[in-house]
């Protein structure tokens, strides 16, 4: 790890111009541009608001202490992390094979593809959460003051998200199935993630149906996806204007550090390989 960190800073040109590229390319030849990164998680809010709020009517919790309840912002809450950490995992994933021909013929350190995708995406995450803090401050929450402990959530789903997709561009190199598994993973963990719902419905259903292994519940195993987690901690601050809770602060950033340490594992392993297997 700690060799493939001293690569990377000496070698910061090159990741400034991989992560200029992915930002710039990202949306070359569209009108909107850059703007697309706001209409995307827009135009989901819209459908998702328009299924679960009037269709299937899914009741949301009130904000406590903010006050807040609105399914639009609830669901954004949720929405704008996932679709950063998917994105972070897709992009992550093909960055190895996308730039085969760059592997073979130029020698640098190939964990600045992935990194750059990752710090690509950080920069549309970030406009996308500004736009949610000044709708929150609109609607009447303190959400700007929650701001640094925003900021630190989002440091810590990006550790996770990278070490993640560090896994994922190696296992691609090797099995080009990987991408058709994960996209149906994720589909999966979607809704296995409290996003166009609250935790408090699957405590409901745990109740109901008791213990299912010893002492564990359902609810028991629903929290140990990570990303329920980390939804929990933007939503604090953000919809609830609270702390979140320390168990789950304490969670994610295990989590995280899990995840960057064995994605660098993984990686620092297979790196001298890759051009020869791709």
């Known amino acids: 790890m700690i060799t493939m960190v001293r690569e990377l800073r000496q070698a910061p040109e090159l990741l400034t111009n991989l992560t200029r590229r992915e930002v710039k390319g990202k949306y070359k030849r569209t009108v909107l541009g850059q703007l697309w990164s706001l209409v995307n998680p827009l135009a989901q809010m819209l459908i998702f608001t328009a299924v679960f709020s009037f269709v299937l009517r899914v009741p949301i919790p009130t904000g406590n202490p903010s006050g807040l309840h609105n399914f639009a912002v609830f669901l954004l809450c949720g929405l704008l992390p996932w679709g950063f950490f998917v994105n972070v ?20 350190p190939r964990a600045a593809l992935p990194l750059s995708n990752a710090f690509s995406l950080v920069f549309s995450w970030s406009i996308e959460m500004v736009v949610l803090l000044v709708a929150l401050t609109l609607l009447g ?6 701001t640094p402990a925003v900021v630190v959530v989002m440091a810590l789903l990006f550790l996770f998200a990278f070490g993640v997709s560090l896994m994922l561009s190696v296992a691609n190199v090797y099995f080009r199935d990987t991408q058709h598994f994960v996209g149906i993973l994720t589909q999966a963990w979607f809704y296995a993630t409290p996003i166009v719902y609250p935790t408090s419905l699957v405590l409901e259903q745990s109740d109901k149906l008791g213990p299912l292994l010893g002492s564990w519940t359902l609810y ?30 304490l969670y994610c950033v295990a989590w995280s550090l899990v995840s960057v340490v064995v994605g660098v594992w993984v990686f620092s392993r297979h790196e001298k390989k890759l051009a020869e297997v791709l």
Do not use: H
């Open 89 to 108: 995992l897709n992009g992550g994933m093909g960055s190895l094979v996308g730039n085969e021909n760059l592997i073979k013929k130029v020698a640098f």
């Open 141 to 146: 929450a303190a959400s700007l003051l929650w």
């Open 220 to 249: 028991d195993f629903y929290r140990l996806n990570p990303m329920e987690r980390f939804v929990e901690l933007f939503r604090a601050p953000l919809y609830d204007n609270a702390w979140p809770p320390l168990d789950s602060v």
